[in-house]
């Protein structure tokens, strides 16, 4: 089993180290933008079979939309930091400092979500007044942002296997898991919401189970050993020096999806000046929005695995090269997109 491992580690380097850049890139790029483009999809999904019950509940889908950002932008930075640590320390060939880091922001992203499950089930009625909830969708963004924190370990911890997976190089095995789940939320939406007639109870119901789902398929793939990475109780290290690391990396994933959830968090409480139709109007529009910048942000995360395997293997001009395809390549699909 072990020189199994082996072998398909050292393949994998092979294939890391040495295929062009130019296709490497590409073939890493296009799961990682069906992954962004299915949980978008899922996402509006959503608001769509909710849209029949009622605009109120349309517009609390879009005020948790602001909550869901913010689990996932921690998530990311605990992917990111610990991901870009793994894929460099694979390219330098430290497989078991790799291991700790993925371990290590596996466990800080699912204790992040254990505290906003608790907290947020505790102060909930006041936390959807925060996103920007307006009197007569309360009941609705209570309703469904029960089901939203409930998940709350689901989607932090599922943003870390995802990223940790695709730093790997192992963009299709991250898909799967995803694609998954947003599958699965869209069948079950309609059956929950209209056969059992659970109303937007059913919609957060469903992208709970939908979401903790897709994060046992995730984690799985770990278990299975199809990773270099582990998630193993042995590999835990909660010394300062390591999760300083995962932090400061993940940081700037943190700020940006975080003024992202903010950005939006405020437009849903100017647009509640102006009804619960407004509310529900802006999600709409911002569903379509996350659409295209889906397509932008999968390709320069496809770029990511190459860029850090590489410099941990010292190839240095792969990097460059990496780089001058990912700019002009990226620039060339949102010219197109814009059209």
Not at 4 to 16: G, Q
Not at 72 to 81: L, T, V, Y
Not at 295 to 302: A, L, N, S, T
Request: aromatic share 12%; net charge positive; charged share 10%.
């Amino acid at each position: 089993m072990e020189e199994a491992v082996k072998k398909r580690a050292e393949i994998h380097y092979r294939k890391m180290t040495e295929m062009p850049v130019n296709k490497l890139i590409l073939s890493l790029c296009v799961p990682t933008v069906i992954s962004m483009l299915i949980t978008t999809i899922y996402n509006a999904a959503d608001t769509y079979f909710v849209s029949k019950i009622s605009v109120s509940a349309s517009g609390a889908v879009g005020i948790l939309f602001s909550l869901m950002a913010i689990l996932q932008a921690f998530g990311f930075m605990c992917g990111h930091g610990s991901g870009s640590w793994i894929s460099r320390l694979l390219g330098a060939r430290e497989i078991e400092r790799a291991r700790q880091y993925s371990t290590t922001g596996f466990a800080m992203a699912f204790l992040m979500g254990i505290f906003f499950l608790f907290f947020g089930l505790w102060l909930i009625t006041p936390l959807m007044r925060f996103l920007g909830s307006t009197p007569t969708i309360l009941p609705y963004a209570k309703s469904y942002g029960f089901y939203i924190l409930i998940a709350a370990p689901a989607f932090t911890t599922g943003c870390v296997m995802n990223n940790i997976l695709r730093y790997e190089g192992l963009a299709k095995l991250a898909m799967v898991g995803f694609v998954t789940g947003g599958v699965l939320n869209t069948i079950l939406d309609p059956i929950l919401i209209f056969t059992f007639h659970l109303g937007i109870q059913g919609a957060g119901l469903s992208t709970a189970i939908s979401q903790y789902i897709s994060m046992f398929i995730l984690f799985a793939m770990f278990a299975q050993k199809r990773s270099q990475s582990r998630i193993e109780w042995r590999y835990l290290n909660f010394s300062p020096k390591l999760m300083l690391n995962i932090i400061k990396n993940g940081f700037p994933s943190l700020t940006r999806q975080g003024l992202n959830s903010l950005s939006n968090l405020c437009l849903n409480v100017q647009a509640g000046l102006y009804g619960d139709a407004c509310i529900a109007a802006m999600s709409i529009v911002a569903k379509c929005m996350q659409l295209m910048f889906s397509v932008c942000v999968g390709i320069g995360q496809g770029f990511q695995p190459v860029s850090s395997f590489n410099y941990g293997a010292k190839k240095f001009q792969r990097v460059k090269q990496g780089i001058l395809f990912t700019w002009g390549f990226s620039s060339l699909v949102i010219a197109v997109l814009k059209v």
